[in-house]
């Protein structure tokens, strides 16, 4: 599985940015996505998943302002961010998680950055 992601930019707080992850290969396989970020000096952490019955999860930090959603065929996944803050500025990547018996795999994006000023 490849995955491609778009749609980072530098925007002011308060703004939104639409991410994109467009996934290539053996997409019958994925079981979830997930977008994940890391900012500076931070560790990795989740944002958002989605499963495949199009269950939602979302970190504390952004519940109600951030949006996962994937498209009909399966295959792209999005992250609606609305009411941005500067906290929010990180790499954002893409996560997808597979299954193909008997083991599961993750497969990652390239990473896309988001700015937040002030």
């Known amino acids: 599985v490849q995955l491609q992601a778009s749609g980072g930019g530098l925007v002011q707080a308060g703004g939104s940015l639409r991410l994109s992850c467009a996934a290539s290969?053996?997409?019958?396989?994925?079981?979830?996505f997930g977008w994940y970020r890391q900012a500076p000096g931070k560790q990795r952490e989740l944002v958002a998943a989605i499963g495949s019955h199009g269950t939602t999860n979302y970190a504390d930090s952004v519940k109600g302002r951030f949006t996962i959603s994937r498209d009909n065929a399966g295959n792209t996944v999005y992250l609606q961010m609305n009411s941005l803050k500067p906290e929010d500025t990180a790499v954002y990547y893409c996560n997808a998680e597979t299954y193909e018996r008997p083991s599961w795999e993750g497969y990652w994006g390239q990473g896309t950055q988001v700015t937040v000023s002030s």
């Open positions: 290969g053996s997409t019958f396989s994925i079981k979830a």
